[in-house]
Nanobody
Framework: QVQLVESGGGLVQAGGSLKLSCSAS????????MGWHRQAPGKQPELVAS???????DYPDSVKGRFTISADNANNTIYLQMNSLKPEDTAVYYC????????????WGQGTQVTVSS
């Protein structure tokens, strides 16, 4: 059972920055994929950043150039640096991982709220 614990959410003004952290209970170097999803009220979850085992990263156009995903394998921690935040970035952000330990499905943390005021 993979456990993911996010932290670092909060309230920030538009244009500001936040850095989310995710502490994983597994060796993240063994994972196939690490990511951050977000879900705004009334909307479907959206993958906003992914980091593959190969080191390749991917972002949707909505956050490209503003968000950066990274990982600290030694401490089994995944990060999401968010800059130039916009009110439309307001959502619950979830740390998500995928690999053999999750039966190749996305495993989710409990989420952390990010609110961007205009």
């Amino acid at each position: 059972q993979v456990q993911l614990v996010e932290s670092g959410g909060g309230l920030v003004q538009a244009g500001g920055s936040l850095k989310l952290s995710c502490s994983a209970s597994v060796n993240i170097a063994s994972l196939n994929l690490m990511g951050w999803h977000r879900q705004a009220p009334g909307k479907q979850p959206e993958l906003v950043a992914s980091l593959a085992k190969s080191g390749s990263v991917d972002y949707p156009d909505s956050v490209k150039g503003r968000f950066t995903i990274s990982a600290d394998n030694a401490n089994n921690t995944i990060y999401l640096q968010m800059n130039s935040l916009k009110p439309e970035d307001t959502a619950v952000y979830y740390c998500t991982v995928q690999g053999s330990v999750t039966a190749w499905a996305w495993a989710w943390g409990q989420g952390t709220q990010v609110t961007v005021s205009s």
